[in-house]
């Protein structure tokens, strides 16, 4: 899914493609005679053709769109789109198509294919070569279609292809910003280059998708205006090809409809079980990405912006949605509801927020008339160099994900100060593993990142990890006791790494395995000096207690 921004872009886009080919089809004339017919058959061939200036051209432009990609400067990538020649081999294969000559739609497709190796070839070098390597939104709205992109590619098709039939060239700068073709090429350029195989996989599919869904709309604008089969000479299996080609080039625009379909029926479906947990009236979605796969949502990740915090609202979200993906919700608090109207949408996330009714002056005050209503401010300690420690609890059942979260949406509430919110004394997070597997992965690095900024927050320095493995059919085997240590070791390492110094470990290995083995596959923090800690493993599974 798109950040709200990439969304505005693509947005803006499509207006100007959609606005073009209005205007295009009211004032626009048709060619009359076939010497215009081939006359424009003739200009789109040349613009098809490989010469040395058309990879100059593809060389720059890829450089510029990498460039601009790796500093998320728009107007960068622009002026690559500007230069690009990448739509002219497209316009030959869709000519190619309309009068169905196999060899022009082969030299049009051959100059398309050295074009786009030219580009990624070049966007890799670059980026090998850069010292900026970072992710960036601009490279991120590339990495996969969505379904304004394929909008946008049929409508720029339409249009490009009017343009050149029409011979009306004044709106070919906006055909170029609006194809977008050279970006998604750097963006391969960039995958590759960093490692990124996925992304890169993903930019090239949204390359394919938009060169389809170009070269079906510049056959039917050329069939529309009087473009016929050409009458030659033609062997069977030259056509035969030519058909075979476009099914194979067909095969991208199915899987990302498929993915589009997914994406939007999963998206809505989240979406609405977000509003569901939030209150009616009270909440606002500034941001929202979801990862949807054959199986349904995989992950979430969402900016809320909500005059009450909502404890346990990952959790919930997580069962309206199966219980399987993994989200994470950002809380943006206002103290007396939602702006009525602010067109900052995902930069809300980067400020403090206006509020309608006026707060007392003090950050202590601040924050308890923040938790007013949904918790309550229980001590408070003002030290010098702008620290606030509190200790808080909320009036609703919650766990540590939820104490954690609701500091990070004070922290944003109250940035004049560094804040400290002390949680109750709470059961800890068990870490689960996989079968077999001592290491920790991304799920197990939050719960541990979690139990660490506990401790912190309650101010200790000693935990007692415990590592767990289920046993084989006749009792406990050395390598069931290899794990179980290897679990608590890593679990240790991790917690050491984050300021616990104090760990003692052990191993528990159970001389009969339960009827579901994985219920042994964790390992559990308990902290050293707390009188009447709960011990996690006793009252928590995995699941019961995943943030």
């Known amino acids: 899914m798109l950040s709200a921004p990439a969304t505005l872009r693509l947005r803006a886009r499509l207006r100007l493609a959609t606005a073009s080919l209005r205007r295009l089809l009211s004032e626009g004339a048709a060619p009359h005679t076939d010497a215009d017919r081939l006359q424009i058959e003739a200009e789109i061939a040349d613009g098809a053709r490989i010469s040395g200036g058309y ?4 060389f720059c432009s890829c450089g510029i769109a990498a460039l601009g990609l790796l500093q998320s400067s728009a107007a960068v990538v622009i002026g690559a789109m500007l230069i690009s020649p990448l739509m002219g081999p497209i316009m030959g294969m869709g000519m190619g198509v309309a009068r169905l000559d196999a060899r022009a739609f082969e030299r049009a497709a051959v100059a398309l294919a050295l074009g786009a190796a030219v580009s990624v070839a070049a966007s890799a070098l670059i980026v090998w070569a850069s010292p900026l390597k970072d992710v960036t939104p601009e490279i991120l709205a590339r990495t996969r279609p969505t379904l304004l992109d394929l909008v946008v590619a049929i409508l720029s098709g339409f249009v490009g292809a009017y343009v050149l039939i029409t011979k009306r060239p004044g709106v ?4 170029a910003i609006a194809t977008a073709l050279m970006p998604p090429l750097a963006v391969v350029g960039y995958g590759l280059a960093t490692g990124a195989w996925n992304m890169a996989g993903g930019a090239f599919l949204l390359f394919l998708t938009n060169v389809v869904a170009i070269l079906g709309a510049v056959f039917a604008v050329a069939r529309r205006y009087g473009f016929q089969p050409a009458v030659r000479g033609r062997r069977r299996w030259e ?3 030519l058909v075979a080609t476009l099914l194979l080039l067909s095969l991208p625009l199915a899987v990302s409809l498929r993915d589009i379909v997914v994406e939007a029926r999963e998206t809505a479906r989240v979406r609405g079980a977000i509003q569901a947990v939030f209150e009616a009236g009270d909440q606002h979605i500034t941001d929202l990405q979801v990862l949807a796969g054959g199986g349904g949502v995989e992950q979430v990740r969402a900016v809320v912006v909500t005059g009450r915090f909502q404890a346990q609202a990952e959790q919930r979200v997580a069962e309206a949605l199966g219980g399987g993906p993994d989200v994470q919700i950002e809380q943006i608090l206002t103290a007396d509801g939602l702006p009525r109207a602010d067109p900052s949408g995902g930069a809300l996330a980067n400020r403090a927020l206006a509020t309608s009714r006026p707060l007392r002056t003090t950050p202590e005050q601040k924050l308890r008339d923040m938790l007013a209503g949904v918790g309550v401010v229980e001590a408070v300690e003002v030290h010098e160099a702008g620290r606030l420690r509190a200790s808080v609890r909320l009036n609703r059942p919650a766990s540590l994900d939820d104490y954690a979260a609701l500091e990070a949406a004070a922290q944003r509430f109250l940035p004049e100060v560094s804040l400290d919110l002390t949680p109750p004394f709470l059961d800890l997070p068990v870490i ?10 991304p799920a197990a690095e939050r719960r541990v990142a979690l139990i660490a900024w506990a401790f912190r ?11 767990s493995a289920s046993p084989g059919p006749r009792g406990p085997r050395p390598r069931d006791l290899r794990v179980a240590e290897a679990r608590a070791q890593a679990v240790a390492d991790r917690l050491e790494a984050l300021g616990v110094r104090d760990i003692e470990i052990r191993s528990e290995t159970p001389d009969v395995s339960p009827r579901d083995p994985s219920a042994l596959w964790f390992a559990a923090v308990r902290p050293l000096g707390l009188p009447g800690a709960a ?3 006793a009252n928590s599974s995995p699941d019961e207690v995943a943030p």
């Open 457 to 467: 927050r309650w101010n200790i320095q000693g935990a007692e990890v415990v590592g």
């Open 172 to 175: 070919v700068a906006g055909v």
């Open 239 to 241: 056509e035969m090809a």
């Open 55 to 58: 990879f100059a051209l593809l």
């Open 535 to 537: 011990d996690p493993a």
């Open 432 to 441: 689960a593993f996989a079968e077999g597997r001592s290491t920790l992965d």
